[in-house]
């Protein structure tokens, strides 16, 4: 097994972005490279499944470009969440869709043994702001009183057009 080291570096030219330097037992692993706005870039390295900094990554639902779920050290990493029942023919709302969407994050929280009071942070992708107001009455109606973790919502393209809602969450395990 072997120990997978980030090293972030900002760089020192104004307006450049982060670098990240990927190294294992001292060498390097892979070149040094830029990445926009992001400390972290996934690699052919981090796909293992075996590769981690201090134990085992577990992946659930794994498919040839995604898992919906990992976990490691204590924390549930899911990936982003969509309306699987929105079509082009009847995409719903964004009340109904957020809500279908919270749906699959409780069922993958469970999976994993914990629950939404346990969320450490919620990034909110939506197609417009104007869903703004109807995303938070689902949200609102789901969250419960006193654990309403950390959340950015952001104006997204999202990759399907009937898609009005994504939602990527970090949870701890119970």
Same mark, same amino acid.
């Given at each position: 097994?072997? +120990?997978?080291?980030?090293?972030?570096?900002?760089?020192?030219?104004?307006?450049?972005?982060?670098? $990240?330097?990927?190294?294992?037992?001292?060498?390097?692993?892979?070149?040094?490279? !830029? /990445?926009? !706005?992001?400390?972290?870039? $996934?690699?052919?390295? *981090?796909? %293992?499944?075996?590769?981690?900094? +201090? =134990?085992?990554?577990? !992946?659930?639902?794994? &498919?040839?470009?995604? +898992?919906?779920?990992?976990?490691?050290? =204590?924390?549930?990493?899911?990936?982003?969440? /969509?309306?699987?029942?929105?079509?082009?023919?009847?995409? &719903?709302?964004?009340?109904?869709?957020?809500?279908?969407?919270? &749906?699959?994050? %409780?069922?993958?929280?469970?999976?994993?043994?914990?629950?939404?009071?346990?969320?450490? *942070?919620?990034?909110?992708?939506?197609?417009?702001?104007?869903?703004?107001?109807? *995303?938070? /009455?689902?949200?609102?109606?789901?969250?419960?009183?006193?654990?309403?973790?950390?959340?950015?919502?952001?104006?997204?393209?999202?990759?399907?057009?009937?898609? *009005? /809602?994504?939602?990527?969450?970090?949870?701890?395990?119970?």
């Amino acid at each position: 097994r072997h +120990s997978l080291v980030f090293t972030v570096m900002q760089v020192a030219v104004a307006h450049q972005p982060p670098t $990240v330097a990927f190294a294992t037992r001292g060498r390097k692993l892979a070149s040094t490279r !830029r /990445v926009n !706005r992001s400390p972290v870039v $996934v690699t052919r390295a *981090m796909a %293992d499944t075996t590769v981690s900094m +201090s =134990g085992s990554i577990k !992946r659930f639902d794994v &498919g040839d470009r995604l +898992s919906e779920m990992a976990i490691h050290n =204590g924390v549930i990493y899911l990936a982003g969440q /969509v309306p699987e029942l929105a079509t082009p023919e009847n995409p &719903g709302d964004a009340t109904t869709q957020t809500a279908e969407v919270l &749906g699959y994050i %409780d069922e993958l929280l469970a999976r994993a043994g914990t629950d939404k009071t346990k969320i450490l *942070m919620a990034q909110i992708h939506l197609s417009s702001v104007a869903h703004f107001p109807g *995303m938070n /009455v689902a949200w609102d109606a789901w969250v419960p009183a006193g654990h309403a973790p950390p959340r950015a919502t952001v104006e997204s393209k999202l990759a399907k057009p009937e898609w *009005m /809602v994504e939602i990527v969450i970090t949870a701890a395990i119970a």
